[in-house]
């Protein structure tokens, strides 16, 4: 016991001389260590859901006036046509062809407080019956005024006791890439349906002849959208929903869209004329690139390169030659073929249109007087336009209009039978031709499973009917 007493004592002994050492020796020379905070501000998250939602909320953009403004002038349009029904061991028997009814449907938009509705001529082809239903579910029966396929642009009217709400069309020129918008529609029949995206591109074209100038967007569209609104964040429409890039037939990354520029010009131009009057440049081309440009020894990579200019156009009578690069129309940038064609596409006969061109380096400006087209692409044919009085009289006829260059895929058929570059096609389908006016009433009147008749004179002055189907 006295040696673990004593253990202890020398233990507590031994710390207390190596604390006092400490204190003597080492403490008095040491500098105090002083550790400084910085003055900046700290970045705060904050935890209230309140404040999260106004954070997002400024930052993210609101739909909801927008949709408000679109919801109630978007319509829902009912298209029933009457088809062959698949034929039966009776209908042999009886020799008789059985008929059913079809039903399409699809969107549209009213654009005036008395009822006239654009769609999608798609929407409603070939249809025996047009009903439109409104967003406060009141139905109605349409007449149809008038279409242009060439744009897939349908007018519509409906009769009311009560003005209508209605959609004014925007400026579809001033749409910018990357800028928000809604596609307002009835999708798979769902009224009232409204989603969002972006402007994904402008003057697309999916046809591949350069016919078209849609704007493109990433917002959901599905069968029955067709028609629809394409609508800003300020509740304008700015397009027509009219298509979409699927494997599948339903929405998988891209709509597109009839500008609304366009839109209006179709509308406005049934309404007056009955038809759709264009006005045409008169030149011949393609857009330029890189390997464009090498090939026609040019540095310029964008603008369009006119090859040929076409003779009796405004394009010619201004004074715009073959090599000359139009890179603006007014203050539309032209960079590819679609975006002259559907510029063009908003303008009507005798307008005058400034075209700022490159011609050996020099940037020049001309005024161009928009002219009625003078030639029509002609199924089963080629290329037709008007007949002169002398070239009629060569072939002892009033009326008709000269075939002036065939598809080369109909050619051989029409020299085997005595037809040549220059005949003269007299009636469609029975309706006599005066000008290539004529010819597009006719084929665009003409139902779907209707034959195609053609009154041609051939080489021998006889006038032959051919039947296509």
Same mark, same amino acid.
């Given at each position: 016991?006295? /040696?673990?007493?004593?253990?202890?004592?020398?233990?507590?002994?031994?710390?207390?001389?190596?604390?006092?050492?400490?204190?003597?020796?080492?403490?008095?020379?040491?500098?105090?260590?002083?550790?400084?905070?910085?003055?900046?501000?700290?970045?705060?998250?904050?935890?209230?859901?309140?404040?999260?939602?106004?954070?997002?909320?400024?930052?993210?953009?609101?739909?909801?006036?927008?949709?408000?403004?679109?919801?109630?002038?978007?319509?829902?349009?009912?298209?029933?046509?009457?088809?062959?029904?698949?034929?039966?061991?009776?209908?042999?028997?009886?020799?008789?062809?059985?008929?059913?009814?079809?039903?399409?449907?699809?969107?549209?938009?009213?654009?005036?407080?008395?009822?006239?509705?654009?769609?999608?001529?798609? $929407?409603?082809?070939?249809?025996?019956?047009?009903?439109?239903?409104?967003?406060?579910?009141?139905?109605?029966?349409?007449?149809?005024?008038?279409?242009?396929?060439?744009?897939?642009?349908?007018?519509?009217?409906?009769?009311?006791?009560?003005?209508?709400?209605?959609?004014?069309?925007?400026?579809?020129?001033?749409?910018?890439?990357?800028?928000?918008?809604?596609?307002?529609?009835?999708?798979?029949?769902?009224?009232?349906?409204?989603?969002?995206?972006?402007?994904?591109?402008?003057?697309?074209?999916?046809?591949?002849?350069?016919?078209?100038?849609?704007?493109?967007?990433?917002?959901?569209?599905?069968?029955?959208?067709?028609?629809?609104?394409?609508?800003?964040?300020?509740?304008?429409?700015?397009?027509?929903?009219?298509?979409?890039?699927?494997?599948?037939?339903?929405?998988?990354?891209?709509?597109?869209?009839?500008?609304?520029?366009?839109?209006?010009?179709?509308?406005?131009?049934?309404?007056?004329?009955?038809?759709?009057?264009?006005?045409?440049?008169?030149?011949?081309?393609?857009?330029?690139?890189?390997?464009?440009?090498?090939?026609?020894?040019?540095?310029?990579?964008?603008?369009?390169?006119?090859?040929?200019?076409?003779?009796?156009?405004?394009?010619?009578?201004?004074?715009?030659?073959?090599?000359?690069?139009?890179? /603006?129309?007014?203050?539309?940038?032209?960079?590819?073929?679609?975006?002259?064609?559907?510029?063009?596409?908003?303008?009507?006969?005798?307008?005058?249109?400034? $075209?700022?061109?490159?011609?050996?380096?020099?940037?020049?400006?001309?005024?161009?007087?928009?002219?009625?087209?003078?030639?029509?692409?002609?199924?089963?044919?080629?290329?037709? /336009?008007?007949?002169? /009085?002398?070239?009629?009289?060569?072939?002892?006829?009033?009326?008709?209009?000269?075939?002036?260059?065939?598809?080369?895929?109909?050619?051989?058929?029409?020299?085997?039978?005595?037809?040549?570059?220059?005949?003269?096609?007299?009636?469609?389908?029975?309706?006599?031709?005066?000008?290539?006016?004529?010819?597009?009433?006719?084929?665009?009147?003409?139902?779907?499973?209707?034959?195609?008749?053609?009154?041609?004179?051939?080489?021998?002055?006889?006038?032959?009917?051919?039947?296509?189907?």
């Amino acid at each position: 016991m006295k /040696k673990i007493l004593t253990l202890v004592f020398v233990s507590a002994l031994g710390g207390l001389l190596t604390l006092g050492g400490y204190k003597l020796f080492v403490e008095k020379d040491s500098k105090p260590l002083m550790v400084e905070t910085t003055a900046d501000t700290p970045v705060f998250v904050p935890a209230s859901n309140y404040n999260n939602v106004n954070n997002n909320s400024a930052n993210t953009p609101n739909f909801i006036e927008s949709a408000e403004k679109s919801l109630d002038a978007v319509v829902h349009v009912k298209n029933t046509s009457i088809v062959s029904a698949p034929t039966s061991m009776q209908d042999l028997f009886f020799g008789r062809q059985s008929q059913r009814a079809q039903v399409g449907t699809g969107s549209g938009v009213i654009i005036s407080p008395t009822g006239y509705i654009v769609t999608n001529n798609h $929407v409603i082809k070939n249809a025996n019956e047009i009903s439109i239903t409104l967003n406060n579910n009141k139905a109605y029966m349409a007449e149809l005024i008038g279409t242009d396929e060439s744009t897939d642009i349908a007018l519509l009217k409906i009769e009311t006791d009560e003005d209508l709400p209605f959609m004014a069309f925007g400026d579809s020129d001033n749409a910018k890439v990357g800028e928000w918008v809604l596609a307002v529609g009835n999708p798979f029949n769902l009224t009232s349906t409204v989603t969002a995206g972006i402007i994904s591109a402008k003057s697309r074209d999916l046809s591949g002849n350069h016919s078209q100038s849609f704007i493109q967007t990433d917002a959901a569209v599905n069968p029955g959208n067709s028609g629809g609104a394409l609508v800003n964040t300020n509740g304008d429409l700015i397009g027509i929903n009219t298509a979409i890039s699927s494997r599948t037939g339903s929405y998988i990354g891209y709509s597109f869209a009839v500008p609304s520029n366009i839109a209006r010009k179709i509308v406005n131009d049934i309404m007056e004329y009955g038809n759709v009057q264009n006005g045409i440049l008169g030149v011949v081309g393609g857009a330029l690139n890189s390997k464009a440009a090498e090939e026609l020894g040019t540095t310029t990579t964008e603008g369009f390169y006119v090859s040929d200019v076409q003779e009796d156009t405004g394009a010619e009578k201004a004074g715009i030659q073959s090599g000359d690069i139009i890179n /603006k129309i007014d203050n539309v940038k032209i960079n590819k073929f679609s975006d002259l064609s559907g510029y063009l596409k908003t303008k009507s006969p005798d307008d005058v249109v400034n $075209v700022t061109l490159l011609r050996d380096g020099e940037e020049e400006t001309l005024p161009v007087t928009l002219l009625k087209p003078s030639t029509y692409n002609l199924q089963n044919i080629g290329m037709i /336009k008007n007949a002169t /009085k002398k070239e009629l009289k060569k072939y002892n006829t009033e009326y008709g209009v000269k075939i002036s260059r065939f598809d080369d895929n109909y050619k051989p058929y029409w020299n085997k039978n005595g037809i040549e570059e220059g005949s003269i096609i007299t009636k469609i389908n029975g309706t006599e031709l005066y000008t290539i006016d004529d010819a597009k009433s006719a084929i665009t009147s003409k139902h779907i499973n209707e034959a195609l008749q053609l009154e041609v004179i051939n080489k021998n002055g006889e006038k032959v009917v051919y039947h296509f189907r």
